[in-house]
Nanobody, 113 residues
Framework: QVQLVESGGGLVQPGGSLRLSCAAS????????MAWYRQAPGKQRELVAR???????TYVDSVKGRFTISRDNAKNMVYLQMNSLKPEDTAVYYC???????WGQGTQVTVSS
């Protein structure tokens, strides 16, 4: 089991940027894949981006070219750089460790003028 703590959410105008961070209590290198999910009001939780142990990345089509997932195995940190934000990106963003099934508590991202 690993504890995941997200930070970096907030209110941003359309076109703006945010960087989310996920701090893990254990070795993310040992865990392997890490992921970011999001859940908008009234919608199902969806996978946003995933990164393998050696930083191979995948993204949902709606964020390709705008979001970048990265990891620092030495610091046990996972990041989500979000650029060119749109109102439809508004959601609670969750860090996830697929192999252990652990989730963070989530961080709210609101994109609004």
């Amino acid at each position: 089991q690993v504890q995941l703590v997200e930070s970096g959410g907030g209110l941003v105008q359309p076109g703006g940027s945010l960087r989310l961070s996920c701090a893990a209590s254990g070795s993310i290198f040992s865990i392997g894949n890490m992921a970011w999910y999001r859940q908008a009001p009234g919608k199902q939780r969806e996978l946003v981006a995933r990164i393998s142990r050696f930083s191979i990345t995948t993204y949902v089509d709606s964020v390709k070219g705008r979001f970048t997932i990265s990891r620092d195995n030495a610091k046990n940190m996972v990041y989500l750089q979000m650029n060119s934000l749109k109102p439809e990106d508004t959601a609670v963003y969750y860090c996830n460790a697929p192999t252990t099934g652990d989730w963070g508590q989530g961080t709210q991202v609101t994109v609004s003028s």
